[in-house]
């Protein structure tokens, strides 16, 4: 701790941690000392789906928490460790950060993290219409923070070409099938 924020302090050799896990502090601490951080990645193997999601997801909940408390301590070379072993966690995992994950980060870090563009730019590269299946993106959508979907929205259309302005091409999807609601009129009324 620097000399004058110690002069500040009762006690100035304890520094009070009360929001962070020990193993967060823990892993901060081995990292100092080893260069490695000691998070273990999540291979995806032939696990069931479900099952898939949650490792990865306990992985990213560890490396979110391991990021916001670097952004709490200052410490921008170990949020840049953290941010490449998330990038390295995504690619061994087949996974991306999950709901609890991005409520963390969300939850910890100013609006201008590069954590929260990587989540942004994540959404809007690799995110798909996935609603048929259980532990996607489209479940995970209805429960992120506001800004999250705010900044994903406008990672999206930084990262499309701009559309033509063709609206008629799909006019179709916008409208509703007039011909069976004929046909139920036609039945109620006979």
């Known amino acids: ?44 193997g ?16 560890l490396l979110a928490e391991a990021y916001v408390f670097g952004e709490k301590i200052v410490d921008t070379k170990y949020k840049n460790v953290v941010i490449r072993t998330v990038l390295a966690a995504i690619e061994s995992s087949g996974w991306f950060l999950g709901l609890s994950s991005v409520h963390i980060i969300y939850n910890g870090t100013p609006s201008t993290s590069p954590l929260r563009r990587l989540v942004a730019d994540t959404v809007a590269c690799h ?11 489209m479940d995970d959508f209805d429960g992120y923070p506001r800004e999250a979907l705010l900044d994903a929205m406008k990672a999206t259309v930084k990262a499309r070409l701009r559309p033509e302005h063709d609206m008629q091409s799909c006019i179709d999807s916008y409208l509703e099938k007039e011909q069976e609601e004929r046909e139920q009129r036609g039945r109620t009324t006979t």
């Open 1 to 44: 701790m620097k000399p004058e924020w110690t002069e500040l302090r009762e006690q100035p050799d304890i520094i009070d941690l009360p929001d962070d896990s020990v193993q967060t502090v823990s892993d901060y601490i081995r990292w100092l000392y080893s260069d490695i951080l000691p998070i273990k990645l999540y291979n995806a």
């Open 127 to 137: 995110s798909y219409d996935d609603s048929e299946v259980e532990n996607g993106w």
């Open 46 to 61: 032939k696990e069931p789906r479900e099952k898939a999601a949650k490792d990865a997801e306990k992985v990213f909940v």
